[in-house]
């Protein structure tokens, strides 16, 4: 073998075999194993990271945001029904004692009114305005509407001790003439306007301007109001009233000015319409709709109760037809038409001179009753031209 062959096998051996192997086994070694070292990831570097902070911390600031206006809107609810319920039971209260009031004006205007009446309604109203007041002070008011509902119990206790006066006043004034009874009655009735203003000036006023300034919508204070009307306790009004229940009362006379004046009578029938004179004859033209009208006015100084008005038919002093109407309530000055119809009248009452009578029955105290009756001349007849 020559040194040749030598060196070429060497080389075989030596540089061929190395040149495939170890790459080889460089490169599955890592394969094979899986369990050495892994190389560690490494973190994003510039804008991406950048932007992965903005993005996360935008995240937070509209959760915050959209926390606090959850919060917010809760307590504006909160706030809300707290002031609305508490108003609906103020109102309840509000609306019953405003109710006490208008019962009290209608009593005072009624007719046939009687003084034991009027007493036992006086007490039940103060009654009832005691209990409202009881029902107002188990009421819970928001912290800054506390002072404002002391208001609604002032003007409820004003109210409660305004009817018992009047109660305690009639009840004492029996004996008394009319204006000193009047101004004893008018002075105790002032708390009931002191009630209506200590409503709205101290509660309704305050209690609005406190909610607008907590920004509180849509939430009304309620108004309630005992007097609706000043004349119904003026002097002059309870002056009316009084002498209503005295004659009933007392049996006595009543002072003042008192008297009915008639003014005047119409036949009207037929589309026809005739003024009744004292002194001349009026033809009648009798239709199926006939009526004799009658117009009485208060010409005293106060209001007049339950007065009769009497007219009667007659022929040659014979009375053929009587017919009786009341006027329940006529104030001073006031007038008021009574229509008496359906009139019965006999073949009698036509071809002959008849005349109609009227008479409005005196009130207590009327002292001129001249101007109460009249006698008018007619003539009835079934045709007409």
């Not at 560690?40 to 206006?69: D, E, M, N, S, Y």
Request: aromatic content about 6%; overall charge negative.
């Amino acid at each position: 073998m020559s040194n040749y062959d030598d060196d070429a096998i060497e080389f075989d051996f030596f540089e061929e075999p190395e040149t495939q192997e170890a790459p080889q086994r460089r490169r599955r070694a890592p394969r094979r194993g899986g369990d050495g070292p892994r190389r560690p990831v490494q973190p994003p570097t510039g804008a991406v990271a950048l932007a992965r902070l903005v993005g996360l911390v935008a995240i937070g600031i509209v959760v915050v945001v959209a926390l606090v206006f959850w919060v917010g809107a809760c307590q504006g609810k909160s706030k809300h029904d707290e002031y609305a319920g508490y108003m609906s039971q103020v109102r309840t209260v509000a609306q019953s004692s405003a109710r006490v009031g208008r019962e009290f004006a209608a009593k005072l205007s009624s007719t046939g009114l009687k003084l034991a009446d009027l007493e036992t309604s006086l007490e039940q109203w103060s009654q009832q305005e005691q209990q409202a007041y009881d029902q107002a002070q188990l009421i819970r008011p928001p912290g800054p509407l506390r002072y404002a509902h002391q208001q609604v119990l002032d003007t409820l206790q004003l109210r409660a001790m305004g009817l018992a006066g009047l109660a305690n006043a009639f009840a004492q004034t029996s004996a008394k003439d009319a204006t000193t009874a009047a101004q004893q009655l008018a002075q105790e009735a002032q708390l009931l306007t002191a009630s209506d203003i200590v409503w709205a000036d101290l509660y309704k006023g305050p209690a609005t301007a406190t909610l607008k300034s907590l920004g509180v919508t849509g939430v009304v204070v309620p108004a309630s109001q005992f007097v609706t009307n000043q004349e119904v306790v003026s002097q002059r009004a309870f002056e009316i009233v009084y002498q209503a229940l005295r004659p009933a009362s007392t049996g006595g006379t009543p002072s003042g000015v008192h008297g009915e004046n008639l003014v005047g009578t119409k036949a009207v029938g037929g589309g026809k319409s005739s003024d009744l004179s004292t002194a001349n004859p009026t033809t009648i033209y009798v239709s199926a709709d006939l009526a004799i009208k009658v117009t009485v006015e208060d010409s005293g100084n106060f209001e007049e109760l339950n007065i009769p008005v009497t007219m009667t038919v007659s022929v040659g002093g014979k009375t053929l037809f009587t017919q009786k109407k009341t006027i329940a309530s006529i104030q001073p000055a006031e007038q008021q038409t009574l229509s008496f119809t359906n009139l019965q009248l006999t073949p009698d009452a036509f071809g002959h001179n008849a005349s109609i009578s009227v008479d409005v029955h005196g009130v207590p105290g009327e002292t001129k009753l001249d101007n109460n009756k009249a006698t008018y001349p007619v003539f009835f007849s079934l045709s007409q031209p």
